[in-house]
């Protein structure tokens, strides 16, 4: 079946602008969470879903950084008065059940966003 | 919060030989340790993954092991083949948090013919 999939593949933003990333998760997947990719680094956590809930938010850099889930499917990562040091691969995952640990995380291909 | 981390950050070897990556985490409270490989362009792909309650887990060529008391994990692949050429990511998680996924720096590794 379908992965995880993310639009746009790549984002370029003049430093100021707001940008919308959006990811579709695999059909069913209760649990989504949202990770930051600096260039050579792994993935950092930035927000985590429970369904429509978002019930961790801790990784969020700042307050221009806001993250929804509606419908409890789609999720949208919005990025308000872009920076450079914005500028990464963002990276969407889903997994199948609640969040309790262990379960596998599939990863979206990921948006790159350069902020010039 | 907790930290992970990997090394090498970089390891060459020739086609047919094995590889090693070795990750240690700080929280004594995770359990659950899954390897990621991340191909260029791409988003990161779950290769094996173990938990704490298994010490080493075989799947083909890749194979996993874990010492909790040293709180380190490892990767082992053998027969290195040109595909295996990727970035390698250890992770770490505990249970009855949001599961979220703390990484290591990964560890570019580039199998040569």
């Known amino acids: 079946g379908a992965g995880v999939s993310q639009s746009p593949r790549y984002k370029v933003a003049k430093r100021g602008q707001d940008v919308a990333l959006r990811c579709d998760p695999i059909?069913?997947?209760?649990?989504l969470f949202w990770y930051q990719q600096a260039l050579g680094q792994g993935p950092e956590f930035l927000t985590y879903?429970?369904?429509?809930?978002?019930?961790?938010k801790s990784g969020l850099p700042s307050d221009r950084f806001f993250a929804e889930r509606p419908e409890g499917s789609v999720s949208t990562l919005k990025i308000q008065r872009t920076q450079q040091e914005d500028s990464a691969v963002y990276l969407c995952?889903?997994?199948?059940?609640?969040?309790?640990?262990?379960?596998?995380?599939?990863f979206g291909p990921g948006t790159r966003l350069l902020v010039l | 919060g907790e930290n992970v981390e990997q090394h090498p950050s970089t390891l060459s070897v020739q086609e047919g030989d094995s590889a090693v990556i070795k990750c240690t985490y700080s929280?004594?409270?995770?359990?659950?340790f899954p390897w990621y490989k991340q191909e260029l362009g791409k988003g990161p792909q779950l290769i094996i993954d173990?938990?704490?309650?298994?010490g080493e887990k075989k799947d083909q060529r890749i194979a996993v092991t874990l010492n909790k008391t040293a709180k380190h994990f490892s990767l082992h692949i053998t027969e290195t083949q040109p595909e295996d050429s990727a970035v390698y990511f250890c992770?770490?998680?505990?249970?009855?948090?949001?599961?979220?996924?703390?990484f290591g720096t990964g560890t570019r590794l580039q199998v040569t013919l």
């Open positions: 995952a889903s997994s199948l059940a609640g969040g309790l640990g262990g379960e596998t995380q599939y």
């Open positions: 059909s069913g997947h209760v649990s």
């Open positions: 879903f429970q369904n429509e809930a978002q019930l961790d």
């Open positions: 929280d004594s409270a995770s359990n659950y």
């Open positions: 173990i938990r704490s309650n298994v």
């Open positions: 992770a770490a998680s505990k249970t009855g948090t949001a599961s979220k996924l703390t």
